[in-house]
């Protein structure tokens, strides 16, 4: 599945990144921090801007595939 998309590579490349920023704003929020309400747009954005809506634009290919070979596997199974 993974093959088909860029996933991958996106994720080699950027994930990382993607990872720290996340776990960065879980530790922040957990221990109060910052206020979760308050920052959450701009993490989204940050998020997005440094390589998350790449990844997320695969993914979404990804439940594409799956729900059009789920709907051929239907189709499928039901002619026979």
Do not use: C, H, P
């Amino acid at each position: 599945l993974f093959n088909d998309t860029d996933f991958s590579d996106i994720e080699s490349r950027k994930g990382e990144v993607l990872q720290t920023m996340a776990y960065e704003f879980w530790s922040k929020a957990v221990t109060g921090e910052i206020d979760i309400d308050a920052e959450w747009d701009d993490y989204v954005n940050r998020f997005m801007d440094a390589g998350g809506s790449e990844l997320i634009a695969e993914i979404e290919k990804m439940d594409r595939w799956e729900q059009d070979n789920r709907k051929e596997d239907e189709e499928w199974k039901s002619s026979t």
